[in-house]
């Protein structure tokens, strides 16, 4: 891939032939789990069918709800697998109780290895449950979001992502602590330091932040590539087929 500036974004005429794996579309879930490929040692592609990174996760209020991170300790709440599992299964009628089981143990495990492997730092969010009442509920901790996080030399947000109705530069903790929603002042200070510093919150931060690790972890990147098939025999996926204008493009995996 062509390094850029802060991203490996390789032309939609210049896709590699093959790969290891391929993640289509550059959300928050896209994004991960090539940073999670791309740490392992695999050669990783994310394939991006719009001109800009993110999807809607870049418009996002980016509160994430991990039950038992580690980042509860700081309000002083604790957790436990059990409660977790308590609260999920009786939100979730028909779901299927050992894939919830795996999410619960395994998403305390995904925030500390986004933050390892990004310049990402979580905050634990002082919101509740959405049924904080129930069985296994918590008043606070298990919802985090991303701290203030610099753009460094990703370059202008606008070229990034989709623009957002308001500048993300403020956390959903600070947007609460102010008041902002009820009429508070505005913090204009903050805000002009933190546009200063070139620093991004919220959605944009979440993107940022993995931006930044793909790029540390070798992955490349490419946008404006539509994947419109994939092909299969029988033993399996053995390549896909995008669209960039009128051009189309197989990358074997």
Do not use: K
Not at 25 to 49: D, I, K, T
Not at 96 to 123: C, G, I, K, N, Q
Not at 194 to 212: D, N, S, T
């Amino acid at each position: 891939p062509v390094r850029g500036p802060g991203v490996s974004e390789v032309a939609p005429a210049d896709l590699p032939a093959e790969v290891d794996v391929v993640a289509v579309g550059s959300g928050g879930a896209g994004l991960s789990a090539a940073l999670a490929a791309g740490v392992a040692g695999a050669q990783v592609l994310v394939l991006e069918a719009s001109p800009r990174w993110g999807g809607t996760t870049a418009l996002s209020g980016s509160q994430l709800w991990v039950p038992g991170n580690h980042r509860m300790a700081d309000l002083d709440v604790d957790d436990s697998v059990e409660d977790a599992l308590t609260y999920c299964l009786g939100q979730s009628p028909g779901r299927d109780p050992a894939l919830v089981e795996v999410f619960v143990r395994a998403a305390p495990a995904m925030a500390r290895f986004v933050e390892d492997h990004s310049p990402l730092t979580f905050a634990a969010c002082r919101i509740p449950d959405t049924f904080a009442e129930s069985p296994g509920g918590r008043a606070q901790g298990r919802h985090i979001e991303p701290s203030p996080l610099a753009l460094g030399d990703l370059g202008r947000p606008e070229d990034l992502v989709w623009p957002a109705p308001y500048p993300m530069v403020l956390t959903n903790e600070e947007i609460a602590e102010f008041d902002l929603a009820g009429g508070g002042a505005f913090p204009t200070d903050l805000v002009a330091r933190r546009m200063a510093a070139g620093e991004v919150c919220m959605g944009l931060g979440l993107i940022v932040g993995l931006l930044h690790g793909c790029h540390a972890a070798g992955v490349a990147l490419a946008r404006g590539c539509r994947v419109t098939r994939l092909r299969r025999d029988p033993e399996g996926l053995r390549a896909l087929e995008c669209r960039s204008g009128e051009a189309t493009h197989d990358v074997a995996v």
